[in-house]
């Protein structure tokens, strides 16, 4: 019978794809208008959560054996071949001295208007830079971009540029004297702030009714910055980046799952590097910084599929666990709390509470606890089933880091029409960052393209992106357990509750996505 998942594995993924490329029942979200659709949503989520189902069977054919293992293909490049084979005159150091500087003006240059068009500029969210910027280009586009191509976000932080420029006038003024941390970070408090933060930082986004006001938003900002630089300052720059500032942990997170794999094997710039390197026997992978700062003829990249990184990932922290749940709860109340159903739900309990800032404060909160309850509990059901000698607690840190394809599939999902849509603004916003009636690049009078994306591809898409990213998952969760645990058996029975739990959470997010938007 072992034949049977092959076959059906094939039948699934082309019914998922012919459902997919149909119209679905209700409005895709991000829509108020509804479709008029031949097929009932139930289909949609069945044959989602069909194809991940099968992708899990499809694992446990191809993965019998510990030996039997296949690696998944990569595709390597020497850089420094580059220039003979292309027969481009160009160098690393010339990049390095110049690329890296040009950037990061360019993100502090951004990082000043925004804050300037916040206090100074016009208050109208349409004509400020600020919101944009931050809640498009910021927000939605950078975890993209480290999702897809790994953690650039350690060249553009504007706010460790800032602390580095201040850093090195100190040492100039002090006779080039090394400034330590005044307190010691400790090993016990790991992603604890950051995780603090991130809910901050959620609520603002969630609840907050004014984060689109310029004023209010760049006064938000403000205050982040003189968290972050005492930050900094109390307990160094690479340790605070490195747990306690939640931007720096998620997208560094979130490089795991790149399609893009940058290595330097130079031992010494890896240990003085400031960023999540990550070395494997003498060889730095993953961390720009490094690959820029290493000297010629120890660089190289690889192309390999989208979430591979996640499996070489051998052990997750219980706050970084805590982290991720909060990240994908967080994100999965964003769209919930966009739809009709929770303007539904909001009046009907309104009169039991204060007001709905409350309201919501508390659904967010509440959120976040309910996934690591379950997460929890399929965690707790793992060890039973499959007969393994870790604890619960162990297996989630060790499972944990196979949500990041989840998570980065249904912030692509959920925010991917949003960001082609309401990304097309920041092409007049540069010419007329503060709303002054400026026409500095000539664009200002740019028009946005409204039908650069039809709601029925749209909706294919976030059909089609929430379940590769769960395929990605389940098949990640599955290869970690072959390494650690070795029985074939026992793994795929231990896996089951796992695999209901992100087959459950398939339905819903596109549940959550299939809802009419509120206008």
């Not at 539904?344 to 309104?350: D, E, I, K, N």
Request: net charge positive.
């Amino acid at each position: 019978m072992r034949f049977i998942p092959s076959v059906l594995l094939p039948v699934g993924v082309g019914l998922f794809i012919l459902l997919a490329l149909m119209p679905p029942t209700a409005s895709a979200h991000g829509y108020v208008q509804r479709f008029s659709p031949p097929l009932p949503l139930g289909w949609y989520l069945g044959s989602a959560a069909a194809v991940v189902v099968l992708s899990f069977l499809l694992s446990h054919i191809l993965n019998r054996s510990v030996a039997s293992q296949r690696r998944l293909p990569t595709v390597n490049f020497d850089v420094n071949l580059l220039p003979k084979r292309t027969q481009i005159a160009w160098r690393m150091e010339p990049l390095k001295k110049g690329f890296t500087p040009v950037v990061q003006m360019v993100s502090l240059l951004a990082f000043v208007v925004v804050l300037l068009s916040g206090f100074i500029g016009d208050q109208s969210p349409i004509h400020n830079f600020a919101p944009t910027f931050v809640w498009v280009i910021f927000w939605v586009g950078i975890p993209l971009v480290c999702a897809c191509f790994g953690n650039v976000w350690v060249l553009l932080n504007p706010w460790k540029i800032v602390f580095t420029i201040a850093e090195f006038a100190f040492m100039r003024i002090n006779s080039n004297a090394k400034r330590e941390a005044v307190i010691k970070y400790k090993e016990e408090w790991n992603v604890w702030p950051a995780v603090f933060l991130f809910f901050c930082f959620a609520w603002v986004e969630n609840i907050y009714q004014d984060s689109i006001v310029p004023l209010n938003l760049a006064s938000l900002i403000a205050a982040y910055s003189l968290t972050t630089w005492i930050g900094m300052l109390t307990f160094g720059t690479r340790d605070w980046l490195r747990f306690g500032d939640p931007f720096s942990v998620l997208f560094n997170l979130l490089s795991y799952c790149s399609i893009l794999e940058l290595s330097a094997s130079t031992p010494s710039i890896c240990e003085t590097c400031s960023e999540y390197c990550r070395p494997q026997s003498g060889t730095c992978t993953g961390c720009i910084s490094c690959f820029i700062r290493t000297g010629p003829g120890t660089r190289g990249f690889k192309l390999r599929i989208f979430g591979s990184g996640v499996i070489g990932n051998k052990y997750s922290s219980g706050a970084q666990t805590v982290f991720l749940l909060l990240v994908l709860a967080t994100l999965t109340a964003d769209g919930f709390f966009a739809t009709s159903t929770w303007l539904s739900l909001s009046q009907r309990f309104v009169s039991h509470v204060p007001n709905v800032t409350m309201m919501g404060s508390f659904a967010l909160f509440s959120a976040p606890i309910l996934f690591y309850a379950l997460y929890r509990v399929a965690m707790a059901l793992t060890p039973r089933l499959g007969g393994f000698s870790d604890s619960s607690t162990e297996l989630g840190n060790i499972f944990a880091i196979t949500l990041l394809p989840i998570a980065v599939s249904y912030h692509l999902a959920h925010f991917h029409y949003f960001l082609l849509m309401q990304g097309q603004s920041i092409i007049p916003l540069v010419s007329d960052p503060f709303g002054f009636g400026w026409n500095v690049f000539g664009t200002a009078n740019y028009r946005m393209n409204a039908a650069i994306l039809s709601p029925n591809v749209s909706w294919s898409f976030m059909v089609f992106a929430i379940v590769v990213g769960h395929v990605v998952a389940v098949y990640a969760v599955h290869k970690i357990a072959m390494r650690r645990f070795g029985e074939h058996s026992a793994v795929f029975i231990g896996l089951i509750p796992i695999l209901a739990l992100m087959t459950a959470y398939t339905i819903l997010s596109l549940w959550v996505m299939a809802q009419p938007m509120m206008a």
